[in-house]
């Protein structure tokens, strides 16, 4: 719960009389202060409460005329636009009188005495170096104001440990990073692409992180949250000054290309590429494939980042995860100086835990968790019982629908855009059924997925050739040793 600050020395008066009377006041008005932010925060859900009202405080309440304070000029002007008759509204209505209100940006040391620090302050207000100038108003207030989703601490290019198979997302990242903002932009955009737990998110945070304490007008958003504060806008009319928020940062962020969801959403996400990118702002953005790879995408988005730098994480080898694991326990032993992990169990799980970073995290823990809870000593065989699950017996290679739509095609001597095309025609028929039952059968794509990356098919399709293909390998031999044989190559 946050504290509702008044500035009561601005209250006291000269009378006991008066002090009690105004101490009435500034009671009251805290009261009504909190019906009003939760009528508020019902009306106009959870997110957007948090990104408008959640900074307000009471510095006066006298009577009927009342000073509210927010952090930053930018607020205040949002607030006064789009929100300040809804809260004179309910303001009045909890209070039974009509009120005035008035809004001032509220100077920082004020706010500093005023206000414990929350673990929901913005970030770079804890850890910007000192002797550093402050970042510009809209650092802060453009991530909040826009739904900036938080950054963590701890992901930041001192923590991303290098390794064959990220050397060159992580140059492309630390050069977007380190550029001023008058340099001119390099890689715009820049896409990172790689499967889940791989360090996409860590990097972008990092990139995000350093170029915010530098000074530079950050905003970092999952696309999830890109589609909410767009949609969320739209509702409250808002769209405009969300737009031009969006267009005023010198660097925008995207984790999770993939969830970018709906037809509008992705319109305006292309406008707002086009207009940071044309205004030479730097554009990052991550997915879990590359671009070409990302079926329900916009066309015209999807060119545009082509026309950037993509770079793909590959899996994390043997040698990075055991320096990743190094890493941790570096981390770990600040916490906890006493806990050490022998060489011997570093190696073991490098060697077992395959799957990626989260993994690791997930093994590194349990260690801790088991020591610490325990007191057994970290051991080979202590870390072979707690991390059991984790370890991965001969992990299957991850195959790509599209190498599979490419091999099938490939063997039954028609085109991938054959299989993709509505053609109904028998020669295509067959190999698309084929092709889409291998989908389901060898990755973990779901039908809807499936159906999608099959030239947009609806999951009933889908589950309709699988069904198919698998009725027709149980009874036609010829067929089965066909799969079989295209499931091989897709192996190897
Ligand atoms: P993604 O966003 O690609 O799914 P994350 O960035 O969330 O993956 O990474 C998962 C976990 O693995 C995080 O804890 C992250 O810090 C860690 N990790 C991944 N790659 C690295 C790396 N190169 N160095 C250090 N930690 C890493
Ligand atoms: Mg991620």
Redesign the pocket.
């Known amino acids: 719960m946050e504290t509702v600050v008044f500035a009561t020395s601005e209250l006291v008066r000269e009378t006991t009389d008066e002090r009690a009377e105004a101490m009435d006041d500034s009671m009251r008005a805290r009261a009504i202060w909190e019906r009003v932010r939760r009528r508020l925060r019902a009306e106009l859900g959870e997110d957007v409460f948090s990104s408008w009202f959640k900074s307000i405080e009471i510095d006066q309440a006298d009577g009927s005329a009342i000073r509210l304070s927010v952090p930053t000029r930018f607020l205040k002007s949002w607030i006064e636009n789009h929100y300040k008759d809804k809260i004179i509204g309910r303001w009045s209505e909890e209070a039974e009188k009509p009120v005035e209100i008035e809004l001032t940006v509220r100077s920082a040391s004020v706010r500093q005495v005023a206000r414990p620090k929350t673990a929901e302050e913005p970030r770079q207000a804890a850890s910007a170096p000192v002797g550093r100038p402050a970042a510009p108003p809209m650092a802060t207030t453009g991530h909040e104001a826009l739904g900036g989703s938080p950054l963590d601490p701890r992901?930041t290019f001192d923590?991303?440990?290098?390794?064959r198979s990220?050397t060159l997302a992580r140059a492309a990242a630390m050069q977007v990073a380190q550029s001023r903002v008058t340099d001119p932009v390099l890689f715009n955009p820049l896409y990172i692409h790689?499967g889940?737990?791989?360090?996409?998110?860590?990097?972008l945070q990092a990139i995000a992180g350093a170029a915010q304490s530098a000074g530079r007008r950050v905003l970092y958003l999952t696309a999830e949250k890109f589609t909410f504060g767009f949609v969320a806008a739209l509702k409250n009319q808002t769209a405009i000054a969300f737009k031009e928020a969006l267009r005023s940062i010198d660097l925008l962020v995207i984790d999770d290309l993939q969830f970018l969801q709906g037809k509008q959403t992705q319109a305006e996400f292309c406008h707002t590429l086009n207009a940071l990118i044309d205004a030479g702002r730097q554009v990052v953005v991550?997915g879990d494939r590359p671009p070409s790879d990302l079926e329900n995408l916009d066309e015209r988005v999807r060119s545009r980042l082509a026309g950037g730098l993509t770079v793909e994480i590959g899996a994390?080898d043997e040698n990075?995860r055991f320096d990743?694991l190094k890493?941790k326990l570096a981390q770990a032993q600040v916490q906890h100086p006493g806990f050490d992990v022998p060489a011997a169990v570093m190696t073991y799980v490098a060697r077992n835990v395959t799957q990626?970073?989260?993994d690791?995290?997930g093994a590194f823990n349990r260690l801790i968790a088991t020591n610490r809870l325990t007191n057994q000593a970290v051991t080979v065989e202590m870390a072979e019982r707690s991390i059991r699950d984790l370890v991965r017996v001969a992990e299957p290679r991850r195959v790509k629908i599209e190498d599979i739509q490419k091999i099938v095609a490939q063997h039954y001597n028609v085109s991938r855009s054959d299989i993709l095309s509505s053609r109904r025609t028998a020669t295509v028929v067959r190999p698309r059924q084929i092709a889409m039952y291998l989908a389901k059968t060898m990755t973990l794509r779901s039908l809807p997925e499936i159906g999608r990356r099959f030239g947009g098919r609806d999951h009933t399709t889908v589950l309709h050739a699988v069904r198919k293909i698998e009725g027709l390998v149980g009874q036609d031999q010829a067929l089965n040793e066909e799969v079989e044989m295209l499931r091989r190559r897709l192996n190897d």
């Open positions: 992901l923590s991303f440990v290098q390794g990220n790689a889940v737990g791989l360090g996409k998110t860590h990097l991550a994390l990075l990743i890493q990626n970073g989260r690791l995290d």
